[in-house]
């Protein structure tokens, strides 16, 4: 059975960091996209970070070259750094894997239980 559990959320101050973590079990890990994806009150589920199993990146405009993806396979881990955070960052914090190597939002059938991160001053 699948299990992804994220951690690291909290409360910060606009303009700063958090980095978010996601221990996987029950998957190759190895081999699986991962990716990070946020819902904010009201809205629907948005990706923001892909991860393909030999670190290949992608991000949303949204939070390109503020946020940052990465995994340790060794520890079945992927990872996502935020920094300069805004208050539209407000949101729960998902983490997904696919079946396999794909990226397609369509094969993210795995998911965490969501870590909320709220940017306020």
């Known amino acids: 059975q699948v299990q992804l559990v994220e951690s690291g959320g909290g409360l910060v101050q606009p303009g700063g960091s958090l980095r978010l973590s996601c221990a996987a079990s029950?998957?190759?890990?190895?081999?699986?996209?991962m990716g990070w994806y946020r819902q904010a009150p009201g809205q629907q589920r948005e990706v923001i970070a892909l991860?393909?199993?030999?670190?290949?990146?992608n991000y949303a405009d949204s939070v390109k070259g503020r946020f940052s993806i990465s995994r340790d396979n060794a520890k079945n881990t992927v990872y996502l750094q935020m920094n300069s955070l805004k208050p539209e960052d407000t949101a729960v914090y998902y983490c997904?894997?696919?079946?396999?190597?794909?990226?397609?939002?369509?094969?993210?059938?795995?998911w965490g239980q969501g870590t909320q991160v709220t940017v306020s001053s």
């Open positions: 997904a894997g696919s079946t396999g190597w794909s990226t397609s939002p369509i094969d993210f059938t795995s």
């Open positions: 029950g998957i190759r890990f190895s081999i699986n996209a």
């Open positions: 991860i393909t199993p030999n670190g290949g990146t």
